[in-house]
Structure formats: C-alpha cells, structure tokens
Nanobody
Framework: VQLQAFGGGLVQSGGSLRLSCAAS????????MGWYRQVPGRQREFVAL???????NFADSVKGRFTISRDNAEKTVYLQMGSLKLQDTGVYYC?????????WGKGTQVTVSS
C-alpha cells in the first residue's frame, strides 16, 4: 500500500490550495482517509478526516476554512484549503486506514507567506 500526495506549494496568506492523495491497492478494506500536518519541532497534528461513508471531522483550527472529500473508486482523498494563514504552513501527510492498519504518505510541503 502506497500513498502519493500532490498539490503542495507556496501560497500567499488568504489564498487557497488543494491537496490530493492517491492510494494504491484494493478498495476493499479501505477505511478512513485524512490529513495531518507537522512543523519542525512539533508533533504531527490532525487536520481533517473523511470516513468511507463521507462523514467528516476537522481540527478546530481549520474548521470553516478547509474541506475534505474522497473518491472511493479512485482511492483518492482531497483537502481543499482556503483562507490560508501563516500557521497553516507545514508538511502535510496523507493517512489511510486499510484493514485497520494506518498507512502514511511521504508528505507535501505547504508554505503560506505574508
């Protein structure tokens, strides 16, 4: 199982960015998919999650600004980020649960500038 994230980059404060993450492997057993982020010196933190039935959950810090969605047939999860703030800067990691096991992508850098 491999997860490949796309869409990171440099964006100005207040701007938008869309991340996507494609998973390899069978759709059978694929459960929750989500995103986490990490900045140097800090622990990885939860950003957003979408269940197989498209129920969503967000960190308080991104509620109202980020949306998450998934395409089960394509095994892809999307994170639409809006009204970006400097503190949204970090490496964003895709996460997926397969048959109860957590898998992680390599991460994609998001940098928000003033």
């Amino acid at each position: 199982v491999q997860l490949q994230a796309f869409g990171g980059g440099l964006v100005q404060s207040g701007g938008s960015l869309r991340l996507s993450c494609a998973a390899s492997g069978s759709t059978a057993g694929l459960g929750d998919m989500g995103w986490y982020r990490q900045v140097p010196g800090r622990q990885r933190e939860f950003v957003a999650l979408v269940t197989r039935d498209s129920h969503v959950n967000f960190a308080d810090s991104v509620k109202g600004r980020f949306t998450i969605s998934r395409d089960n047939a394509e095994k892809t999860v999307y994170l639409q980020m809006g009204s970006l703030k400097l503190q949204d800067t970090g490496v964003y990691y895709c996460n997926a649960v397969w048959f109860g096991v957590n898998y992680w992508g390599k991460g994609t850098q998001v940098t928000v500038s003033s």
